[in-house]
């Protein structure tokens, strides 16, 4: 009897399961479950520091090797993963239906992409980086040589271990804590496409770096690749809020550079321990929307003094405008503050664009007077700041000129105007060319007087 | 899984540009920290994975076929059920934690790392538990013992003899190389804890022939007969199974058997596997019984089998000395494992090949702590020579045979013994070669023992090619830049730069001069030194850069850009100390305009913090409020407009104008008073349309304004016949809230001539028109 109660119970904790294992929705945007791709299942040993971090965070891994011909990432229609890893540098073609199309769709869909390259990149990886605007370098045998800030080492002299520490300045990316360390490369470097403005270095190289095979002496042609302008690790965030990362080095993963102590050459800072490990978390903590990740709501406007949201304004109305921001945190939504959202009030183009204050608690608002032409206007919050995901809200409103009766009613101009027509006054009539009489009170008694008088 | 090294032959193949030359550190400092961290405490004993998913993989192993769960579906669960699955998951958890505790202690016993938690009373406990239970398995029982091999747990001598008969009678019905495995192992564990319990075994030559029969001709194992397929995991478990029967057996097992078990091990390494670096390895292509079976889990098995043998036999097993070298290379090339397993079968099996008892076989490592080499701080090529653990050599010198250039086979030969130093345990080379200048050598090392004896007692694997680099300070002299005439080459500006140190020249020059920068570099001994990257680069104001290798004719590739260039040296090589980037000045560029079909200067890409940035903010620029007259002016000219008014009015009084003709009788003066009154009425209307809001005004005395009209108009008409009655009605509006806002009637001009009546309506369709009608008027006044 005691076996069909174990079954039972056995059968709600597999019910349970899926719910534990909850997958990717506007309320959490953080991802949840991830296929990671290795060419190599020794990968999961010699990388496990990475993984482990991904593990702890509540991600659920699901490896397979990248020629696994039952890789899917799509059943019915519907997505089984929110994000992919690729550190399969050498696969030249997927196993299963994946190619690179289907990683394309993926990413158009909204889902994220971490690819990790090396020496050995294949096609299908250069392929892949090139559709997010990212261009390794085309000479197979190049890896990125940097002889004036390299890893300093007692056993690898050939500076092809680069010791990087210019890193994007964005809070969001890279987490509020400063990366003193700074981070073991060792790989291929790439250039962004100036076409692509959706792509970013997350790590770029020193002045003095450049891409080259280092056993080889340098022809007369400079290489493709030098100076800054060598990404080594470089981040999309896609108009969906898909983010891509790519990096040149599969290594900079790996624990060995995780644990490994780094001292920058003619630096006579000596750290314990690499930065990789704080690069790598704060970086793949942005790429799955742990991070940055915003959301607007409450929307709204109304004249000075009233309350409620108007069908209309009329030109010259004073109106008050707020909006609340709220930033995803990780497990919650939390106030978004910041000095630099701004508002527009748009027809064709924007003819107010302000700056919203803060309370600090997540609404921000503005007062403006409605510009004196009517039309068809729209309150226009176009918000894209650093490693946040972008905010484009719109509502359209329409403003009225004034109407007839609105105007000004005694001018005093006029004056001299209304006195004639009262009293005994003249003018001309311009269009018609008549002399007018006007004698209202002068007629009257004229009148009488004409009639009556004896 | 021929790829499971790819990656670390990738990492090799970066570290040391030849193969050849790779470098091997033995066992270290960090494999205790990676051990301390991999095998954390949970619960008392070493888990990695969650109580859930003990339970559950019970649970599987309870009820191993799946279709019994929807029948079971509908059956309700009493509360007692919860004691069962607890007991259910206290037991899974034990048989799984209590090889995961073996693994950790075993690691940290072989790394010399004393117990930081004293796990000995609760494991203790779940060994005694296991050994006592009547219903664990031969493989709960031999994990059992394992760990108790390392706790020497307080046992007693009841529950080991309870263990043999149990563990004898599994033996006798195993069938399957497992089964096989964990009795003997049990067996062996038990005969080495207790030497009360007599563990023997009579039927030795059947077992053994029995374990035999599963082996297959290449050397390698099936785990039972049923499964066709065998693997390297397999024959080290065998091997040890083997180990196990021939130690226990009482009667000395035949002889002949352990001949043809010889000739199976050579077999077996017939088929290993090499790498380019001279690492050797078991592949593993079966995934069998045992799950998926990494590279490093086979040879660790193959390696424990293969130790185990050694220690029962006294016969000489001829192992291949290179494949045991070959094979510490590879448990330490793979580093340090990421996960806890394989962390565990690295350090055993390094462990096993250094305590192999075949003392022909035990591998020692050359390694170097240092490659990079500096000649400018006098530094000194250090040689370590350990065994795999990290345990130093007996008494041996090191000698250094021979240079090659690196990338070339022209080779010195030096032969120069290393000093010992036996504080460090280093053996040291005081001074490079005479003719070693900076740059990269592969050195080439040979191990020399003192005694020949010991010769036989290691395998050194012969000459060690490593890859050294020879750093140093580069002088840099003569640097200067010139400005050439481009027609005669004569100088026409120079100037003398300071490198590596500061400059600030100032230069300018046009399409048809040249630019020259020279400069010399040697090495510290005096030679030429050609560094691999000498980059000049200009940098035009608009950011676009141009690089040059060649420092003679740069006229070209500059888009046409004149304007200043910012010159930027960069000279660097991986054997140059000093390298560096440094700013020089800059040249003023005179060059002609750009031809039509001539390149444009490459997109620059987008600076991502300018992009994001709040944009500029925008005020709308309202329409200026029309210009007026000032108040008084517009007060002066009303005084002036009602003069004509007061003067009528004062003419009249002048006139002694009267109204004493007004009709007396009743009749004609109630008319004539209606008459007044109308008139009066539709004055009154004009003052109110001005004084009132007009819309009210026209919707509510609509009609009344119609009737008083017709009255003013039909009235005086008939009364005053061949007169002209002009009647201008300003700003009527009845007609605007009906119709549209927009639309304005602004005059009605009602007159007759003669018997005809004219209405001339006009209006305009602007709502504006009325506040300039007011101005217009006043400025024709004026």
């Not at chain 2, 350090?347 to 490592?365: G, H, M």
């Given at each position: 009897m005691a076996a069909p109660k174990f079954a039972f119970l056995l059968l709600n904790l597999i019910s349970i399961l899926p719910l534990l294992v909850s997958s990717f929705s506007v309320d959490r945007p953080t991802d949840r479950r991830i296929l990671v791709l290795l060419d190599d299942l020794s990968l999961k040993s010699s990388h496990s520091l990475f993984f482990s971090s991904l593990k702890s965070r509540g991600f659920d891994l699901d490896f397979k090797l990248a020629d696994d011909p039952a890789i899917a990432v799509k059943r019915y229609g519907q997505y089984m993963y929110d994000g992919l890893i690729l550190l399969s540098p050498s696969t030249e073609r997927f196993g299963g239906s994946l190619d690179v199309e289907g990683v394309l769709d993926f990413v158009d869909s909204g889902h994220d992409l971490i690819v990790a390259a090396d020496a050995n990149a294949s096609d299908l990886i250069r392929n892949i980086a090139a559709e997010c605007g990212v261009d390794f370098d085309e000479d197979p045998s190049a890896v990125v040589v940097d002889h004036s800030s390299y890893a300093v080492s007692e056993t690898e002299g050939d500076h092809t271990l680069i010791a990087a520490d210019d890193f994007i300045q964005s809070d969001v990316i890279l987490g509020n804590k400063k990366i003193e360390a700074p981070v073991l490369f060792k790989g291929i470097g790439h250039s962004l496409n100036p076409a692509n403005s959706m792509v970013l270095k997350a790590l770029s190289a020193s002045p003095s770096s450049y891409s080259t095979n280092p056993s080889s002496k340098l022809s007369s042609q400079p290489p493709s690749l030098y100076g800054t302008a060598i990404s080594l690790v470089s981040v999309v965030q896609a108009r969906n809020a898909a983010r891509i990362m790519i990096s040149g080095s599969l290594d900079m993963f790996s624990n060995r550079l995780f644990r490994a102590g780094v001292q920058k050459s003619g630096s006579l800072n000596k750290y314990e321990k690499s930065g990789n490990e704080q690069f790598i978390t704060e970086l793949s903590k942005w790429i799955f929307h742990e991070r940055g990740h915003l959301k607007a709501v409450n929307l709204r406007h109304n004249k000075v003094g009233e309350s409620e949201e108007p069908s209309m304004y009329r030109i010259n109305d004073d109106l008050e405008f707020s909006v609340e921001i709220f930033e995803w945190s990780g497990s919650s939504w939390v106030p978004h503050v910041s000095k630099d959202v701004q508002v527009q009030f748009y027809m064709m183009s924007p003819y107010v664009l302000k700056t919203l204050s803060t309370n600090g608690k997540g609404l921000y608002h503005t007062s403006f007077k409605v510009p004196d032409v009517y039309g068809v206007f729209q309150f226009k919050v176009e918000y894209q700041k650093l490693g946040y995901t972008s905010l484009s809200l719109s509502k359209q409103i329409p403003v009225r000129p004034f109407k007839h009766n609105e105007y000004e009613r005694f001018i005093t101009t006029a004056f001299p105007y209304y006195g004639a027509s009262f009293s005994m006054g003249n003018y001309v009539d311009v269009s018609t060319k008549y002399m007018i009489e006007l004698q209202m009170a002068g007629f009257f008694i004229f009148s009488g007087v004409y009639l009556y008088n004896k | 899984m021929a790829r499971y090294l790819r990656l670390l032959l990738l990492a090799v193949l970066v570290l040391a540009a030849s193969c050849e030359s790779a470098v091997f550190s033995p066992v270290s400092e960090s494999h205790r920290s990676a051990a301390l961290e991999l095998f954390s405490l949970a619960d008392g004993s070493y888990g990695r994975t969650a109580l859930v998913q003990y339970s559950i993989a019970c649970l599987l192993c309870i009820f191993p076929d799946t279709d019994h769960y929807s029948t079971l579906l509908a059956k309700t669960i009493p509360l007692n059920i919860c004691g069962l699955t607890l007991l259910a998951i206290s037991l899974c958890c034990t048989i799984s934690s209590l090889e995961e505790t073996y693994e950790a202690l075993k690691t940290f016993k072989v790394l010399g790392i004393e117990k930081k938690h004293d796990i000995t009373t609760s494991s203790c406990a779940s060994v005694a538990h296991t050994l006592k239970s009547t219903s664990s398995a031969s493989k709960d029982y031999f994990q059992a013992l394992r760990v108790n091999s390392i706790l020497?747990?307080?046992?007693?001598s009841e529950a080991f003899r309870g263990t043999e008969s149990k563990l004898k009678g599994s033996l006798n019905g195993a069938n399957s190389l497992i089964d096989f495995y964990y009795s003997i192992g049990g067996l062996v564990l038990l005969k080495e804890q207790t030497p009360e319990v007599d563990v023997h075994l009579g039927d030795a030559d059947r077992i053994f022939r029995s374990i035999k029969a599963l082996g297959q001709s290449d050397g390698r194992w099936r785990l039972n007969s049923n499964n066709p397929e065998s693997s390297n995991n397999a024959a080290g478990i065998a091997l040890e199974a083997l180990a196990g029967v021939i130690s226990l057996a009482t009667p000395q097992i035949d002889n002949s058997l352990i001949t043809t078990l010889k000739n199976d091990l050579l077999k077996l390494f017939d088929g290993i596997e090499r790498y380019d670096d001279g690492t050797y390895y078991f592949d593993e292509k079966h995934v069998g019984a045992l799950g998926h079976q990494s590279p490093i889990s086979a040879s660790a098995s193959v390696v424990r089998g293969i130790t185990a043998v050694a220690a029962v036999t006294s016969e000489n097993l001829n192992l291949p000395g290179d494949k045991i070298l070959g094979l510490a290379k590879f448990f330490l090339g793979v580093g340090i494992p990421g996960s806890a397993q394989d962390l565990y079968h690295q350090i055993d099996a390094l462990s096993c090949l250094e305590n192999i008892r075949q003392v022909e076989s035990t591998p020692l490592i050359l390694s170097l702590p240092a490659t990079v080499i500096s000649v400018t701080k006098k530094d000194q090529l250090k040689v370590r020579v350990s065994t795999v653990l990290g345990s130093p050599a007996r008494t041996l010198s090191v000698r250094l045979m021979q240079i090659f250039v690196s990338g070339s086979k022209d080779a010195s030969v030096i032969d120069q013994k290393l000093k010992f130093n036996a504080v460090s345990g280093m053996h040291v080379l005081e001074t490079l070669p005479k003719n070693i200048d900076v740059g990269s050598y592969v050195f080439s090392f040979e191990i020399i023992f003192d005694n020949p004896e010991h010769k036989k007692a290691y395998v050194t694997g012969g000459r060690t090619r490593v890859l050294v680099d020879i750093t140093g300070v580069i002088k840099i002299g003569n640097a200067e830049i010139v400005i050439l005439d481009g027609d005669h080459g004569s100088i026409e500006t120079q100037k003398k730069l300071t490198l590596p140190g500061g400059n600030d020249v100032a230069l300018s020059a046009n399409h048809l001069q040249k630019l020259r920068l020279s400069f010399d570099l040697t090495t510290p001994s005096g030679n030429a030194f050609n560094p691999h990257q000498a980059f000049l680069k200009l940098r035009h104001e608009s950011e676009v850069d141009h690089i040059f290798l060649d420092f003679l004719g740069l006229v070209e590739k500059f888009f046409y850009l004149s304007g200043r260039y910012d010159i930027q040296l960069t000279v660097g090589d991986s054997d140059m100390e000093n390298s560096f980037l440094q700013p020089l000045g800059y040249v003023e560029l005179d060059l002609p305009d750009a031809p039509e079909k001539a390149a444009r200067p490459p997109p620059q890409p987008v600076d991502p913090y300018s992009r994001y940035g709040p944009k500029p903010e925008i005020a709308h620029i309202f329409r200026d409020p029309e210009k007026r007259p000032a108040k008084e002016l517009s007060l002066v000219f009303l005084g002036l407009v009602l003069i004509p008014f007061f003067g009528f009015l004062a003419g009249l009084v002048q006139l002694r104008a009267?109204?004493?003709?007004?009709?007396?009788a009743t009749v004609p003066s109630t008319f004539a008073l209606l008459f007044h009154l109308g008139i009066a009425a539709v004055l009154a209307l004009y003052a109110l349309f001005w004084l009132k809001d007009q819309s009210q005004l026209c919707l509510t005395h609509f009609p009344c304004t119609c009737i008083l009209l017709l009255t003013f108009l039909f009235g005086p008409i008939y009364h005053t016949e061949g007169t002209r009655l002009i009647g201008n009605v300003l700003d009527v509006c009845w007609a605007q809230d009906t119709i549209s806002s927009c639309i304005h009637f602004v005059q009605v001009k009602i007159y007759v001539k003669g018997p005809i009546l004219i209405l001339r309506v006009s209006g305009t369709?602007?709502?504006?028109k009325r506040a300039q009608f007011a101005i217009w008027f006043y400025r024709v006044r004026v």
């Amino acid at each position: 009897m005691a076996a069909p109660k174990f079954a039972f119970l056995l059968l709600n904790l597999i019910s349970i399961l899926p719910l534990l294992v909850s997958s990717f929705s506007v309320d959490r945007p953080t991802d949840r479950r991830i296929l990671v791709l290795l060419d190599d299942l020794s990968l999961k040993s010699s990388h496990s520091l990475f993984f482990s971090s991904l593990k702890s965070r509540g991600f659920d891994l699901d490896f397979k090797l990248a020629d696994d011909p039952a890789i899917a990432v799509k059943r019915y229609g519907q997505y089984m993963y929110d994000g992919l890893i690729l550190l399969s540098p050498s696969t030249e073609r997927f196993g299963g239906s994946l190619d690179v199309e289907g990683v394309l769709d993926f990413v158009d869909s909204g889902h994220d992409l971490i690819v990790a390259a090396d020496a050995n990149a294949s096609d299908l990886i250069r392929n892949i980086a090139a559709e997010c605007g990212v261009d390794f370098d085309e000479d197979p045998s190049a890896v990125v040589v940097d002889h004036s800030s390299y890893a300093v080492s007692e056993t690898e002299g050939d500076h092809t271990l680069i010791a990087a520490d210019d890193f994007i300045q964005s809070d969001v990316i890279l987490g509020n804590k400063k990366i003193e360390a700074p981070v073991l490369f060792k790989g291929i470097g790439h250039s962004l496409n100036p076409a692509n403005s959706m792509v970013l270095k997350a790590l770029s190289a020193s002045p003095s770096s450049y891409s080259t095979n280092p056993s080889s002496k340098l022809s007369s042609q400079p290489p493709s690749l030098y100076g800054t302008a060598i990404s080594l690790v470089s981040v999309v965030q896609a108009r969906n809020a898909a983010r891509i990362m790519i990096s040149g080095s599969l290594d900079m993963f790996s624990n060995r550079l995780f644990r490994a102590g780094v001292q920058k050459s003619g630096s006579l800072n000596k750290y314990e321990k690499s930065g990789n490990e704080q690069f790598i978390t704060e970086l793949s903590k942005w790429i799955f929307h742990e991070r940055g990740h915003l959301k607007a709501v409450n929307l709204r406007h109304n004249k000075v003094g009233e309350s409620e949201e108007p069908s209309m304004y009329r030109i010259n109305d004073d109106l008050e405008f707020s909006v609340e921001i709220f930033e995803w945190s990780g497990s919650s939504w939390v106030p978004h503050v910041s000095k630099d959202v701004q508002v527009q009030f748009y027809m064709m183009s924007p003819y107010v664009l302000k700056t919203l204050s803060t309370n600090g608690k997540g609404l921000y608002h503005t007062s403006f007077k409605v510009p004196d032409v009517y039309g068809v206007f729209q309150f226009k919050v176009e918000y894209q700041k650093l490693g946040y995901t972008s905010l484009s809200l719109s509502k359209q409103i329409p403003v009225r000129p004034f109407k007839h009766n609105e105007y000004e009613r005694f001018i005093t101009t006029a004056f001299p105007y209304y006195g004639a027509s009262f009293s005994m006054g003249n003018y001309v009539d311009v269009s018609t060319k008549y002399m007018i009489e006007l004698q209202m009170a002068g007629f009257f008694i004229f009148s009488g007087v004409y009639l009556y008088n004896k | 899984m021929a790829r499971y090294l790819r990656l670390l032959l990738l990492a090799v193949l970066v570290l040391a540009a030849s193969c050849e030359s790779a470098v091997f550190s033995p066992v270290s400092e960090s494999h205790r920290s990676a051990a301390l961290e991999l095998f954390s405490l949970a619960d008392g004993s070493y888990g990695r994975t969650a109580l859930v998913q003990y339970s559950i993989a019970c649970l599987l192993c309870i009820f191993p076929d799946t279709d019994h769960y929807s029948t079971l579906l509908a059956k309700t669960i009493p509360l007692n059920i919860c004691g069962l699955t607890l007991l259910a998951i206290s037991l899974c958890c034990t048989i799984s934690s209590l090889e995961e505790t073996y693994e950790a202690l075993k690691t940290f016993k072989v790394l010399g790392i004393e117990k930081k938690h004293d796990i000995t009373t609760s494991s203790c406990a779940s060994v005694a538990h296991t050994l006592k239970s009547t219903s664990s398995a031969s493989k709960d029982y031999f994990q059992a013992l394992r760990v108790n091999s390392i706790l020497k747990c307080d046992l007693n001598s009841e529950a080991f003899r309870g263990t043999e008969s149990k563990l004898k009678g599994s033996l006798n019905g195993a069938n399957s190389l497992i089964d096989f495995y964990y009795s003997i192992g049990g067996l062996v564990l038990l005969k080495e804890q207790t030497p009360e319990v007599d563990v023997h075994l009579g039927d030795a030559d059947r077992i053994f022939r029995s374990i035999k029969a599963l082996g297959q001709s290449d050397g390698r194992w099936r785990l039972n007969s049923n499964n066709p397929e065998s693997s390297n995991n397999a024959a080290g478990i065998a091997l040890e199974a083997l180990a196990g029967v021939i130690s226990l057996a009482t009667p000395q097992i035949d002889n002949s058997l352990i001949t043809t078990l010889k000739n199976d091990l050579l077999k077996l390494f017939d088929g290993i596997e090499r790498y380019d670096d001279g690492t050797y390895y078991f592949d593993e292509k079966h995934v069998g019984a045992l799950g998926h079976q990494s590279p490093i889990s086979a040879s660790a098995s193959v390696v424990r089998g293969i130790t185990a043998v050694a220690a029962v036999t006294s016969e000489n097993l001829n192992l291949p000395g290179d494949k045991i070298l070959g094979l510490a290379k590879f448990f330490l090339g793979v580093g340090i494992p990421g996960s806890a397993q394989d962390l565990y079968h690295q350090i055993d099996a390094l462990s096993c090949l250094e305590n192999i008892r075949q003392v022909e076989s035990t591998p020692l490592i050359l390694s170097l702590p240092a490659t990079v080499i500096s000649v400018t701080k006098k530094d000194q090529l250090k040689v370590r020579v350990s065994t795999v653990l990290g345990s130093p050599a007996r008494t041996l010198s090191v000698r250094l045979m021979q240079i090659f250039v690196s990338g070339s086979k022209d080779a010195s030969v030096i032969d120069q013994k290393l000093k010992f130093n036996a504080v460090s345990g280093m053996h040291v080379l005081e001074t490079l070669p005479k003719n070693i200048d900076v740059g990269s050598y592969v050195f080439s090392f040979e191990i020399i023992f003192d005694n020949p004896e010991h010769k036989k007692a290691y395998v050194t694997g012969g000459r060690t090619r490593v890859l050294v680099d020879i750093t140093g300070v580069i002088k840099i002299g003569n640097a200067e830049i010139v400005i050439l005439d481009g027609d005669h080459g004569s100088i026409e500006t120079q100037k003398k730069l300071t490198l590596p140190g500061g400059n600030d020249v100032a230069l300018s020059a046009n399409h048809l001069q040249k630019l020259r920068l020279s400069f010399d570099l040697t090495t510290p001994s005096g030679n030429a030194f050609n560094p691999h990257q000498a980059f000049l680069k200009l940098r035009h104001e608009s950011e676009v850069d141009h690089i040059f290798l060649d420092f003679l004719g740069l006229v070209e590739k500059f888009f046409y850009l004149s304007g200043r260039y910012d010159i930027q040296l960069t000279v660097g090589d991986s054997d140059m100390e000093n390298s560096f980037l440094q700013p020089l000045g800059y040249v003023e560029l005179d060059l002609p305009d750009a031809p039509e079909k001539a390149a444009r200067p490459p997109p620059q890409p987008v600076d991502p913090y300018s992009r994001y940035g709040p944009k500029p903010e925008i005020a709308h620029i309202f329409r200026d409020p029309e210009k007026r007259p000032a108040k008084e002016l517009s007060l002066v000219f009303l005084g002036l407009v009602l003069i004509p008014f007061f003067g009528f009015l004062a003419g009249l009084v002048q006139l002694r104008a009267n109204l004493k003709n007004f009709p007396k009788a009743t009749v004609p003066s109630t008319f004539a008073l209606l008459f007044h009154l109308g008139i009066a009425a539709v004055l009154a209307l004009y003052a109110l349309f001005w004084l009132k809001d007009q819309s009210q005004l026209c919707l509510t005395h609509f009609p009344c304004t119609c009737i008083l009209l017709l009255t003013f108009l039909f009235g005086p008409i008939y009364h005053t016949e061949g007169t002209r009655l002009i009647g201008n009605v300003l700003d009527v509006c009845w007609a605007q809230d009906t119709i549209s806002s927009c639309i304005h009637f602004v005059q009605v001009k009602i007159y007759v001539k003669g018997p005809i009546l004219i209405l001339r309506v006009s209006g305009t369709g602007s709502c504006l028109k009325r506040a300039q009608f007011a101005i217009w008027f006043y400025r024709v006044r004026v």
